[in-house]
């Protein structure tokens, strides 16, 4: 079993900057990849960035260069910098882990809302 405890998130005018932080508990020896999604009103829930246990990263179009993704394996923290944020990045950002057995995890969710 894996927990995940996200921090960071709230309100930030547009063009603005926020830090997203992710902790992992639990059997975290099996997680492979780490990463943040996120569910935008109106849409499905979309992955924003992924990083595996071995650095290789992955983003959505929609955030290359704005957005970056970093992990901390000795203390299981993967963190997402978020720049030049606009009203289009307003969301619930979820923390995500998925073990090398094809199990997904999933954290409670934090608001990131944009005023425009």
């Known amino acids: 079993q894996v927990m995940l405890v996200e921090s960071g998130g709230g309100l930030v005018q547009a063009g603005g900057s926020l830090r997203l932080s992710c902790a992992a508990s639990?059997?975290?020896?099996?997680?492979?990849?780490m990463g943040w999604y996120r569910q935008t009103p109106g849409n499905q829930r979309e992955m924003v960035a992924q990083i595996s246990s071995r650095g290789s990263i992955q983003y959505a179009d929609s955030v290359k260069d704005r957005f970056t993704i970093s992990r901390d394996n000795a203390a299981m923290v993967v963190d997402l910098e978020m720049n030049s944020l606009t009203a289009e990045d307003t969301g619930v950002y979820y923390c995500?882990?998925?073990?090398?057995?094809?199990?997904?995890?999933w954290g409670q969710g934090t608001q990131v809302t944009v005023s425009s």
């Open positions: 995500a882990a998925n073990t090398w057995a094809m199990r997904n995890y």
């Open positions: 639990g059997d975290i020896r099996t997680i492979n990849l």
